[in-house]
């Protein structure tokens, strides 16, 4: 199983930047693909941006093309998601996944 801590959120002006972080422990962590899903106010949960377990493969939601970009660091079993130009659209609450496994959420709140 894989336990999975996220960090990094935060309230920042439209336009601005946040990195948020994915912190992944568990024996076979850098086997799994690994995802990060948001959910805004009112609404169900959705994809953002998953990238393969070496790397090398990424996808994301048409919401946010050209605006995140997800990487990962296998000796720091971390994930993270940069995060350009935020929207308002964009508040909510991000959460990490891997294999079936979610962390807590980090709260990201972007004003107009």
């Known amino acids: 199983q894989v336990q999975l801590v996220e960090s990094g959120g935060g309230l920042v002006q439209a336009g601005d930047s946040l990195r948020l972080s994915c912190a992944a422990s568990?024996?076979?962590?850098?086997?799994?693909?690994m995802g990060w899903f948001r959910q805004g106010p009112r609404k169900e949960r959705e994809f953002v941006a998953a990238?393969?377990?070496?790397?090398?493969?990424?996808y994301y939601a048409d919401s946010v093309k050209g605006r995140f970009t997800i990487s990962r660091d296998n000796v720091k079993n971390t994930v993270y998601l940069q995060m350009n130009s935020l929207k308002p659209e964009d508040t909510g609450v991000y959460y990490c996944?891997?294999?079936?496994?979610w962390g807590q959420g980090t709260q990201v709140a972007v004003s107009s």
């Open positions: 568990g024996r076979t962590w850098d086997t799994y693909a």
């Open positions: 990238i393969s377990w070496s790397g090398t493969s990424t």
């Open positions: 996944y891997a294999d079936g496994n």
